[in-house]
């Protein structure tokens, strides 16, 4: 049996509700751009949607736990779509402060 793919309204739901997950600074188009659900005139870049699963590729918050975030993740899109998850940490976010060498002010 083979499944449909959602509409691009349930790719944008999964997009909104990741990044509405605590410790989840941003969505990652992935090393070469794969990591994304194509659709005729756009593309939900982040979130990858297939038949045989879904993919969430993001950026992690400097101070987030990466586990537990994961975790979070999975479950949060898990409750939209019956297809296996898997979340795929491709970057961290800096810290907000400045980096070590940078000036600070005056």
Do not use: K
Not at 24 to 40: D, N, S
Not at 54 to 60: C, D, I, R
């Amino acid at each position: 049996m083979t499944r449909e793919l959602p509409s691009a309204e349930t790719v944008d739901v999964i997009r909104a509700a990741v990044l509405g997950v605590p410790g989840v600074a941003g969505l990652h188009a992935g090393a070469y751009g794969e990591a994304a659900t194509h659709f005729p005139g756009r593309s939900v870049t982040g979130v990858q949607v297939r038949p045989e699963g879904a993919s969430v590729h993001l950026v992690l918050a400097w101070d987030a736990p990466a586990e537990a975030t994961a975790s979070e993740v999975r479950a949060v899109v898990s409750r939209i779509t019956d297809r296996p998850v898997d979340v795929v940490i491709e970057d961290v976010a800096g810290p907000a402060g400045p980096m070590m060498g940078e000036d600070s002010g005056p």
